[in-house]
């Protein structure tokens, strides 16, 4: 059966992405960036997807980011002095970017961009290819836009972090509709044309995230909802401790406080002989497609 989804989908998760599970911190960082003075600095220590990202980008030029969401990313890369367009099927997502941050974005579907209309030095995939009825055609496309030089940088969720016995740990169709592995991506790349490679996540997870491998590591498999339907994360479970914290200027250093501290137990795991470690990789991937030239 084709994959086949209604873009109506994407304006209902985001016209209520301070409830939908997996969305909802996306509202945060959307609140959150224009309190930093370096946005995608503050982006970077938040998640792999954005570390990755960040540190994948050309030092200047013309970037799109293709299902840019709130629009959060792609201010941050305005800010940073690129010349940015974001954009999304989600018509909800792009108004509510362009009240928020301004006139970087459109609501338009990637496929009618073509090369009269600018080259771009890199083309941003963020947790895209996952959501798309057909991942190749999108990385065709991207070729067609890129300038002599230019990149595309992707980030997905990694079926290769997981072990055999996991058939699926990503969030189910119409949401998602492939989970990829390391291998599998990188082969759609090369049958595409492009050089691919793979970054390693060594400095962010000793930093920012999480050393243990994912058979020891209970967060992956934190379930969203009750047995009964319930969302275990609310809007005010979820805001009232963060927004009080943002209101006394301590979340920034209480999430750092947390963020050392479980450090410290997944060391003291792991140095008695009880825990795996795993550096490079995380539960997402990203990769830096390049044109082959051979």
């Not at 044309?193 to 934190?222: H, K, M, Q």
């Amino acid at each position: 059966m084709p994959h086949v989804v209604d873009s109506v989908v994407y304006d209902y998760i985001y016209k209520h992405s301070e409830d939908t599970p997996g969305y909802m911190r996306y509202s945060q960082y959307a609140r959150d960036v224009k309190d930093y003075k370096n946005p995608l600095k503050y982006l970077a220590t938040q998640e792999h997807v954005y570390y990755s990202a960040v540190n994948s980008l050309p030092k200047t030029g013309k970037i799109l980011e293709v299902g840019c969401g709130l629009g959060y990313f792609t201010y941050a890369l305005a800010k940073a002095g690129y010349d940015v367009l974001g954009i999304d099927v989600s018509e909800e997502a792009i108004q509510e970017a362009k009240d928020r941050y301004g006139n970087y974005f459109q609501s338009e579907d990637f496929f009618a961009l073509d090369s009269s209309r600018g080259q771009y030095d890199a083309i941003i995939m963020i947790e895209l290819i996952e959501h798309v009825d057909d991942p190749k055609k999108y990385l065709e496309h991207a070729k067609n836009l890129l300038a002599e030089g230019g990149r595309v940088i992707v980030t997905t969720p990694n079926r290769s972090w997981y072990g055999d016995n996991v058939l699926w740990s990503s969030d189910l169709p119409p949401v998602h509709l492939t989970w990829f592995s390391e291998s599998g991506l990188v082969s759609l790349a090369k049958s595409v044309g492009y050089r691919a490679n793979l970054v390693p996540f060594t400095r962010f997870n000793l930093l920012y995230g999480s050393i243990l491998a994912p058979n020891d590591n209970p967060s992956i498999n934190t379930p969203f909802f009750t047995n009964d339907g319930t969302p275990l994360f609310s809007k005010f479970t979820h805001s009232k401790m963060y927004f009080l914290t943002k209101k006394l200027g301590v979340y920034d250093f209480l999430k750092r406080l947390i963020s050392l501290y479980n450090k410290f137990k997944e060391m003291i795991m792991i140095a008695i002989g009880r825990k795996k470690m795993l550096l490079r990789r995380s539960s997402c991937m990203c990769v830096v497609l390049e044109m082959d030239k051979n």
